[in-house]
C-alpha cells in the first residue's frame, strides 16, 4: 500500500476484501491476511470452481466495491490466476472474461491504469 494510507483505510479495504468472499455465492473459500516471506504486505486468494463462477465473481457488486475504494490505496498490486482446469484454452477463456469486464467500465479500467504498478492475468492491456 501507499505510505500515506491510513490504518483506518486498509482496514476497510482488507474487510471489503472479506466482504467479498463472504457475500459472492461463487466463492468456495478465501483467505485475506498479511504476505509473510513475500513482496507484499497483504493478499487475498479466492477459490471458485468455474469460468461462470469467475465471471459472477469478477461482476460482483462487492468486488466493484473494493475496487474503488482498494485500487487507490496501492502502490503496487499483482494479480494472477491458478487453475487445475485440463483445459488447453483456459488461459485464453480467463483472459477473455477480464477483457469483457474492462469493456463494461471504464472506471474500473482508468483505476488499474493508474496504478503505479500492475501485474498479472487481469491487466486491461
Known amino acids: 500500500m501507499k505510505k500515506d494510507v491510513t490504518p483506518e483505510q486498509r482496514e476497510e479495504a482488507l474487510d471489503s476484501l472479506r466482504n467479498q468472499g463472504a457475500s459472492i455465492d461463487a466463492v468456495k473459500s478465501y483467505v485475506v ?11 487475498a486468494v479466492f477459490a471458485i470452481e468455474d469460468l461462470e463462477g469467475y465471471w459472477e465473481y469478477l461482476m460482483a457488486p462487492s468486488h466493484a466495491h473494493t475496487d474503488r475504494i482498494g485500487l487507490p490505496l496501492l502502490e503496487k498490486f499483482h494479480s494472477f490466476d491458478i487453475t487445475d482446469d485440463p483445459d488447453p484454452e483456459i488461459e485464453k477463456k480467463i483472459a477473455d472474461l477480464h ?13 488499474v491504469r493508474d496504478l503505479p504498478l500492475y501485474e498479472g492475468s487481469a491487466s486491461p492491456e
Open 33 to 43: 491476511g498479511p504476505d509473510f516471506g513475500g513482496d507484499f504486505e497483504f493478499g
Open 99 to 111: 477483457r469483457r469486464r474492462y469493456a463494461q467500465n471504464a472506471e474500473l479500467t482508468q483505476l
